[in-house]
């Protein structure tokens, strides 16, 4: 069955990157010029999903607002002529009733998050995206997972190596047979201690999920950090369907950590056709001599 529904969990307080997120949703930060939630959504749409359905909290109007007519705007560059820019903005507006907006009422995890999603997606296979990862690559990230899960069925999740000691960060793999980019997923833990973790494959914020899942996440059990943890929900399909990680091909940024915010702005800027040349020059200029 075709993947059609995308689910964001966007309610997070984004308290990593204070003070940008103390008045905008941490989902509106900007790389280039278009912000994470934007990357996220144009993926889903990239893969074929019809429906976008965020889990959202107080706070996040401006993600509503960022996802319908802005009509003020539209009329003033209308009046001004300014004829490229409105067309693009209304570019990739999804369709009327394609988003769907649901509130996780409450902080308990992100297992809970997409639980609150479960009966907008009902009984068929959906994706999953976390905005703060962006990955910069050939195929979109979640294209790469729907175009496996039309081979494998089951679940399938996107997975990349991470230093050892990085391992707490994640939820990591018990890994089985290995048929060239797909591993077999044996198991998964939330964010083990370096010292115990099965392996360093570790997943990023892109899962194609069955709906086998939503029993366990039903059970609404607490795992590591006392959350109702998404990976804990995902262990229970081990064995009940086919699931595997996806080695994908491209670049991934975790944004909600600075570094990885400010390096994912430098990688967009150098692979984009009108700024690449530009920033590459900036940079050069702005690194120490000894440095370049
Ligand atoms: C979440 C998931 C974790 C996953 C990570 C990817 O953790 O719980 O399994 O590896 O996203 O970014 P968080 O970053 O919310 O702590």
Same mark, same amino acid.
């Given at each position: 069955?075709?993947v059609r529904?995308?689910v964001?969990?966007?309610?997070?307080l984004g308290t !990593?990157s204070l003070p940008?997120t103390k008045?905008i949703p941490?989902? @509106?930060l900007?790389?280039?010029?278009? &912000?994470?939630?934007?990357?996220a959504?144009?993926e889903a749409?990239?893969?074929?999903c019809e429906q976008?359905i965020f889990v959202?909290? !107080?706070?996040?109007?401006?993600?509503?607002?960022?996802?319908d007519h802005?009509?003020?705007l539209e009329?003033?560059?209308?009046r $001004?002529?300014?004829?490229?820019e409105?067309?693009?903005?209304k570019? %990739?507006? &999804?369709?009327?009733? #394609?988003?769907v907006?649901?509130?996780?009422q409450?902080?308990?995890?992100?297992?809970?998050?997409v639980?609150?999603?479960?009966? /907008?997606?009902?009984?068929e296979?959906f994706a999953?995206l976390? *905005?703060d990862d962006?990955v910069?690559?050939?195929?979109p990230?979640? #294209?790469q997972?729907?175009a496996a899960?039309?081979?494998?069925?089951g679940?399938v999740?996107?997975? @990349?190596d991470?230093?050892?000691d #990085?391992?707490? $960060?994640y939820?990591?793999l018990? *890994?089985g047979?290995?048929d060239g980019?797909?591993t077999e997923?044996l198991g998964?833990?939330?964010?083990?201690?370096?010292a115990?973790? &099965?392996?360093?494959l570790?997943?990023i914020g $892109?899962y194609?999920?069955?709906?086998? /899942? %939503? &029993?366990?996440l039903?059970? !609404?059990?607490?795992?590591?950090g006392?959350?109702?943890?998404?990976?804990?929900?995902?262990a229970?399909?081990?064995?009940?369907v086919?699931?595997?990680g996806?080695?994908?091909e491209g670049r991934?940024?975790?944004?909600?950590e600075?570094l990885?915010f400010?390096?994912?702005?430098?990688?967009?800027?150098l692979? !984009?056709?009108?700024t690449?040349?530009p920033?590459?020059? /900036?940079? #050069?200029n702005?690194? *120490?001599?000894?440095?370049q």
């Open positions: 069955m075709k529904k995308a964001f969990p966007v309610a997070g !990593r940008a008045a941490k989902e @509106m900007p790389v280039v010029d278009k &912000p994470l939630i934007q990357y959504v144009e749409k990239a893969a074929g976008f959202t909290g !107080r706070g996040k109007t401006a993600l509503e607002d960022h996802f802005a009509y003020e009329a003033t560059l209308e $001004r002529g300014k004829t490229r409105l067309e693009a903005l570019a %990739w507006l &999804p369709r009327e009733g #394609q988003v907006y649901t509130r996780q409450e902080p308990l995890g992100l297992g809970h998050a639980l609150c999603a479960r009966d /907008i997606v009902g009984d296979p999953v976390l *905005p962006i910069l690559s050939k195929t990230c979640l #294209q997972l729907t899960h039309d081979r494998t069925g679940s999740v996107a997975v @990349m991470v230093p050892r #990085q391992t707490n $960060r939820g990591i018990q *890994p047979g290995v980019s797909l997923i998964l833990v939330e964010k083990p201690d370096p115990v973790a &099965p392996s360093t570790s997943i $892109r194609v999920l069955s709906a086998e /899942i %939503w &029993p366990f039903e059970e !609404r059990k607490k795992g590591a006392g959350e109702i943890q998404l990976t804990d929900a995902m229970r399909l081990v064995g009940r086919p699931f595997h996806l080695r994908f991934r940024f975790d944004c909600g600075r990885g400010l390096e994912a702005n430098v990688a967009f800027g692979s !984009r056709a009108d690449g040349g920033l590459a020059g /900036i940079i #050069q702005l690194l *120490p001599k000894a440095a």
